[in-house]
């Protein structure tokens, strides 16, 4: 499994129609992600930044995220978010969002403390 998080911008001007469309996320969109086997996947606002945390659990991202990409009913759904969004200028190479470096991580620890 590897995690992944992302940033980019919210314009102002498109935040309600943005909020209401995450309000209630298409299920072909959700089941598109989840074929791509992304799991945990969360957006989180503060102000005007949105930060996105997801979890991969398959072998071959490039892959899965091509054929999320492919899928017609996500590149709809994008044909509705991605005006809404204002990418980083130092994006680099990423689609629309900027991927963060994981600089920590607190994992799971076998280590129980009694109470």
Same mark, same amino acid.
């Given at each position: ?8 911008? +919210?314009?102002?001007? #498109?935040?309600?129609?943005?909020? =209401?469309? #995450?309000? %209630? @996320?298409?299920?072909? @969109? =959700? $089941? ?8 945990? !996947?969360? *957006?989180?606002? #503060? /102000?005007? @930044?949105?930060? $996105? !945390?997801?979890? !991969? &659990? /398959?072998?071959?991202?490039? %892959?899965? *995220?091509? %054929? +999320?990409? $492919?899928?017609? =009913? ?25 991927? +963060?470096?994981? *600089?920590? &991580? +607190?994992?799971?620890?076998?280590? &129980? @403390? $009694?109470?």
């Amino acid at each position: 499994m590897k995690r992944f998080g992302q940033t980019i911008r +919210l314009r102002p001007e #498109h935040r309600e129609q943005y909020l =209401e469309l #995450h309000s %209630a @996320v298409w299920p072909g @969109v =959700e $089941a598109a992600l989840r074929r791509a086997r992304i799991r945990n !996947y969360s *957006i989180f606002l #503060h /102000g005007d @930044v949105l930060f $996105a !945390y997801f979890e !991969y &659990h /398959g072998e071959d991202f490039e %892959a899965d *995220i091509a %054929a +999320l990409e $492919a899928d017609p =009913e996500t590149q709809q759904w994008w044909k509705l978010t991605d005006p809404c969004q204002e990418p980083w200028p130092d994006r680099g190479d990423s689609r629309q969002w900027t991927e +963060l470096t994981e *600089i920590w &991580h +607190l994992g799971e620890s076998d280590e &129980h @403390v $009694a109470g």
